[in-house]
């Protein structure tokens, strides 16, 4: 009995899993350039199809991408700081 | 040490340009923006008196939403790669503050963060702002926070309770995301093909992310079961007897 009970389970999540990944590389295809994120990929483009585009924003930070580098630095120094006193943060309180 | 240092030096070296999910500015209508500004209003002035009478209750509360709006703000700007799409995007985070403090007090979290990248990181825009909140920030939390509560009534465990409650942020994100850019894009066009579209759209980047947004929430909650419990009886997560019972 609980063979077959596993059986089905197995059956069932067989059932979820393979329409979801079908799913997904049916829908490949709508990512237009690599690694673009989605509001290009999706919101900018579909919008752009309608005749809205985006405009620049009210503060450009022109080189958003060295923003980016400058968050990403201040965030692993900050994750080295967590891990570094990792014990202390996650110790159980007395 | 040293190779802690290395491997922060190898993920720097391997970034690359990241764009957000959020409506960027000028794509809605000014008639649309404002409407979804107005929208959000209430939700943002609820939150702050709620946010207020909780401090008042216990004002350690106030560092706790700090540190919650710092943890959807990373978590709402980090773009994660997604191999199945091509592209990138990122969860949202509101689905583990609205669990934590509540929905109300989530949606005014969501709103700084999107502020503030709005304002220095070119994620979102001003006049998109009450949109994006909306769809963040009242969608998301209330979509989480109601999932959470309903499952935990049904006696879901914690764990599982998230994960689902993660799962429909996520989504309920995007699904309102998508109504709020059909209804302020199609003009003379139907709404419902156009919903559909984008939602479509959206399935192969943000079906994987829901996942992994509601296993960080997941995996959030139990980690705090398991180190400070305390602080989810404070925060009304858990009961006073669920703890007793940990213990």
């Not at chain 2, 985070?93 to 403090?101: H, N, R």
């Not at chain 2, 066009?189 to 980047?205: G, H, M, N, S, Y």
């Amino acid at each position: 009995m609980p063979e077959r009970k596993r059986k089905w389970k197995i059956l069932l999540v067989l059932m979820i899993i393979l329409p979801t990944l079908l799913f997904v590389v049916y829908f490949f295809s709508l990512a237009p350039m690599p690694w673009t994120g989605v509001d290009e990929a999706v919101v900018q483009k579909i919008a752009k199809e309608h005749g809205r585009e985006a405009v620049a924003p009210l503060i450009n930070p022109g080189s958003g991408d060295l923003l980016l580098f400058v968050f990403l630095v201040a965030g692993a120094v900050g994750g080295f700081v967590a891990g570094y006193c990792w014990r202390d943060l996650v110790k159980k309180k007395e | 040490m040293g190779r802690i240092l290395s491997i922060a030096i190898l993920c720097l070296l391997s970034a690359t340009p990241a764009f957000a999910m959020h409506i960027s500015e000028g794509i809605l209508p000014f008639s649309w923006a404002l409407f979804w500004y107005l929208a959000v209003v209430p939700f943002v002035a609820l939150g702050v008196r709620r946010l207020n009478a909780l401090s008042r209750e216990d004002l350690a509360l106030k560092p706790l939403v700090g540190l919650l709006a710092a943890v959807v703000f990373i978590i709402s700007c980090m773009p994660i790669p997604v191999p199945t799409a091509g592209t990138c995007s990122h969860p949202c985070g509101t689905g583990v503050a609205a669990i934590l403090v509540g929905p109300l007090v989530s949606v005014v979290i969501a709103a700084v963060a999107l502020l503030i990248q709005a304002l220095f990181l070119a994620h979102g825009g001003l006049s998109t702002l009450g949109a994006n909140t909306f769809s963040m920030g009242v969608v998301g939390s209330f979509a989480g926070w109601l999932a959470f509560h309903g499952l935990r009534h049904m006696g879901g465990s914690l764990a599982l309770s998230g994960f689902i409650a993660g799962l429909l942020a996520d989504w309920g994100t995007y699904a309102a995301t998508s109504l709020i850019l059909a209804s302020g894009i199609r003009g003379d066009a139907p709404l419902l093909p156009l919903f559909v579209k984008v939602v479509v759209a959206f399935i192969p980047t943000q079906l994987p992310l829901g996942i992994l947004e509601s296993v960080i929430t997941a995996g959030m909650l139990t980690l705090l079961y398991k180190k400070r419990p305390d602080l989810l009886v404070r925060m009304k997560v858990i009961s006073e007897r669920e703890l007793q019972s940990h213990a």
